[in-house]
């Protein structure tokens, strides 16, 4: 099937894709958008996240047919041209990306965490980031990036 959707804004077509693909391999490797770690396989780790219609959602269960006509917006759509998000800013100054396998999920959920909760608190935090799994960072690098990101976000 041709797969016809809106990514990072722009319209987007891929070829030859078969229906029960996921939306991950449509994004990594037939549109060029290696941003979405593929990890698990299995929506736990959060790794892939993506915002689909604007929801976040594990883009390695969403099969590449339900994408069809909808809106993605991956981790590299998340920065304006050549300027970071200010979530991704935050998660570069306050040391929260080591191997870097995580971050993309979690800087998506991160950012749709703060357009509905722009003051979290430690606990909305937890709650918020609990789908998404970090093997390097303990997390308190994290929770200081959301927290850093957050004042921004009010003080801007």
Known sequence: MRLKFTVNGRRQEADDVWEGESLLYVLRERLGLPGSKN?????????????LDGVPACSCLVAAGQAEGR??????G????????PVQQ???????????????GLL???????????QPSDAEIRESLAGNLCRCT??????????????????G
């Open 39 to 51: 990890a698990c396989e299995q929506g736990e780790c959060g790794s892939c996240t993506v915002y």
């Open 71 to 76: 809106e993605v917006r991956t981790v590299e």
């Open 78 to 85: 998340l920065a304006d041209d050549e300027q970071l998000d």
């Open 90 to 104: 935050a998660f570069v100054e306050t040391g929260a990306v080591q191997c870097g396998f995580c971050t993309p």
């Open 108 to 118: 998506v959920q991160t950012h749709d965490l703060l357009e509905r909760t722009p």
């Open 138 to 155: 303990g997390y308190e690098k994290i929770m200081d990036a959301v927290r850093l990101a957050a004042a921004r976000r009010s003080d």
